[in-house]
């Protein structure tokens, strides 16, 4: 597609439920990256991936945190247990290799109630 | 660790008033410097990528310059549109890893 598109746009779950957020990065784009905005606060990176492997997962906040990219393209962060601190927006970007731009998705805002 | 630092975190000006963002940086092993602006309910749109120290890029009112400590965004004659949060990030060699880190942002709101 054009852009990067991340589904759902919103969601609302119960504390405690699993969730799982996609992203569907541009075409041909090898590097992808998740980050998470709080209100008030900046982007906080979760986890990279280049091709299918994951380089970079540092930025995980727990073991209820996990992703996976399959065939360079289609990611999904899970998110297990959910807590009302997971209630933020999570963005998702890819590049077409280091040092150009990200092109962000619009973001998923989780809501956990 | 890296830090991204930006100030004001919100600025209000008037239509036509010029000003300048401000991002600070501390890294070891700068790859690039990012500025990216945010509407809100929207992801970051990237706006310009900075390299190297004395660097400078221009789009429409905006124009970015870099140092080896800091970052400026100067807006001349801004209008309402460019009502936004402007995000800096860096993109640093000395821990192999890919990722950029972002500031927190400057909120600029322009009134006509």
């Known amino acids: 597609g054009a852009g990067v598109s991340q589904s759902p746009s919103n969601k609302v779950t119960e504390k405690g439920k699993d969730v799982e957020l996609r992203c569907d990065p541009i075409?041909?784009?090898?590097?992808l990256y998740w980050y998470r905005q709080s209100l008030g606060q900046g982007l906080e990176f979760l986890i990279y991936f280049q091709g299918n492997s994951a380089p970079d997962k540092s930025g995980l906040p727990s073991d209820r945190f996990s992703a996976e990219r399959t065939g360079g393209s289609v990611s999904t962060l899970t998110i297990q247990r959910t807590q009302q601190e997971d209630s933020a927006v999570y963005l998702c970007a890819s590049s077409l290799q280091e040092g150009y731009g990200y092109t962000f998705g619009s973001g998923t805002r989780l809501t956990v109630v | 660790e890296d830090q991204v630092t930006q100030s004001p975190e919100a600025l209000r000006l008037q239509e036509g008033e010029s000003s300048s963002l401000n991002c600070s940086y501390t890294?070891?092993?700068?790859?690039?410097l990012f500025w990216y602006r945010q509407d809100p309910g929207k992801g970051p749109e990237f706006l310009f990528t900075?390299?190297?120290a004395g660097e400078e890029k221009e789009k429409e009112r905006l124009k970015a310059t870099l140092t080896k400590k800091e970052s400026f965004l100067h807006i001349t004659a801004p209008k309402p549109e460019d009502s936004a949060t402007y995000l800096c990030a860096v993109q640093a060699f000395e821990d192999g890893s890919e990722k950029l880190v972002f500031g927190k942002g400057t909120k600029l709101t322009v009134n006509p």
């Open positions: 075409s041909g784009h090898t590097a």
């Open positions: 890294v070891s092993g700068l790859r690039g």
């Open positions: 900075l390299y190297s």
